[in-house]
């Protein structure tokens, strides 16, 4: 069973940037899409960015394109997404996920586990 550990977020003012971090232990996680989605209180769970097990493809979320960029590092069995121009409407927690598959995609049905969350704060 694989665990994942988010880091990096943290309160922001809107325009700024942060680094989130997925660390992956358990099992290898080179064959296997990683994603990012988030949560804001008192809405639904939405879909930010998708890579493929090789970091070659990427899908974002329509909020977040031109804007997010998502990256891994297999020999590290890591992912991160790098978050600049920060909005308030990025406020939320952020989950980093492991896919069940290699490519990537925006649905949370091919999601095979689950961080814990990080939260990421943007003041306006």
């Known amino acids: 069973q694989v665990q994942l550990v988010e880091s990096g977020g943290g309160a922001v003012q809107a325009g700024g940037s942060l680094r989130l971090s997925c660390a992956a232990s358990g099992r290898s996680i080179n064959a296997y899409a990683m994603g990012w989605f988030r949560q804001a209180p008192g809405k639904e769970r939405e879909f930010v960015s998708a890579i493929s097990w090789s970091g070659i493809s990427t899908v974002y979320g329509d909020s977040v394109k031109g804007r997010f960029t998502a990256s891994r590092d297999n020999e590290k069995n890591s992912s991160y997404l790098e978050m600049n121009a920060l909005k308030p409407e990025d406020t939320a927690v952020y989950y980093c996920?492991?896919?069940?598959?290699?490519?990537?995609?925006?649905?949370?049905?091919?999601?095979?586990?689950w961080g814990q969350g990080t939260q990421v704060t943007v003041s306006s």
């Open positions: 996920t492991l896919s069940k598959y290699a490519l990537a995609t925006a649905d949370e049905s091919d999601v095979d586990s």
